[in-house]
């Protein structure tokens, strides 16, 4: 289903998959995708639809900064990132996080999900616009997996659009179980970027998973491992509560 939630002056425009005949607001994931993405991408599609369907686990989407149905008409597909930098990298970061917690939170009120359950996927710039949400959503986040994102990054703009400080704060506050994967041979972010990255999350059960390839490679049994990451740590919240 789709929906639109009002925050500040604007709509968030943002996707669900439901659990049909769910008996209580079910666990929630939250996706988040990459640049010149949306929220509907087929990844999304496909894994929603499985948590949805195989597991009773719902997901979310929402369209990131000046993408999807936020996009600017006219642009193409990497001008946001000028856009971004001129915004300021921080304030949209911010923003980011204060447009998922509204979505949740009117998800919740409207009892689609359980905001004491949640999750967050994301990779690419889905992973550095949700290392923020992650940190705010404190202890109701029970499970993320991020990749393919680090602290350092040899292109220019890619470079201009960070917001480091905030990131490193962000990674020292999540505390639930990661798994961060790492595209060994990432020609956007740099290996030991993503490392460093990596050594800054707090979670006493964080996971590496490197794969060998560049930064846009992704293989069916990626997909797969992060599902089950998700669904195993959200089941065990579920059944614990």
């Known amino acids: 289903m789709t ?20 008996i209580r607001p079910p666990p929630v994931v939250l996706f988040g995708h990459g640049g010149s993405g949306h929220k509907a991408i087929d990844r999304h599609r496909r894994m929603g639809s499985r948590l949805a369907g195989e597991f009773g686990i719902a ?11 936020r996009a600017v008409p006219g642009d193409g ?13 921080v304030a949209v970061h911010e923003r980011m996080r204060d447009d998922w917690l509204s979505v949740l939170s009117a998800a919740v009120d409207a009892e689609l999900v359980d905001g004491e ?13 949700g290392m923020a949400l992650c940190a705010a959503l404190g202890p109701r986040l029970r499970v993320a997996v991020i990749g393919k994102f680090g602290l350092s990054a040899p292109d220019p703009m890619m470079a201009a659009m960070a917001a480091d400080s905030l ?29 460093e990255l990596f050594g800054l999350l707090a979670s006493p059960l964080k996971q590496l998973r490197g794969r060998p390839g560049r930064h846009a490679v992704t293989r069916a049994d990626d997909e797969n491992n992060w599902l089950e990451h998700l669904v195993q740590n959200l089941r065990r919240e579920s059944a614990a509560g």
């Open 167 to 195: 990131i490193r704060r962000s990674a020292t506050r999540i505390t639930a179980p990661v798994l961060h994967h790492v595209q060994w041979d990432d020609e956007v972010f740099t290996l030991d970027g993503q490392l």
């Open 59 to 69: 997901a979310m989407a929402i369209d990131g900064p000046y993408h999807g149905d």
């Open 77 to 89: 597909p990497l001008d946001y990132q000028r856009r971004v930098i001129d915004d300021g990298p």
């Open 3 to 22: 929906l639109s939630v009002r925050h500040g002056a604007s709509d968030v425009p943002a996707i669900a998959w439901l659990p049909p005949d769910a």
């Open 117 to 129: 359950a949640v999750g967050y996927l994301g990779v690419s710039m889905g992973a550095r616009y």
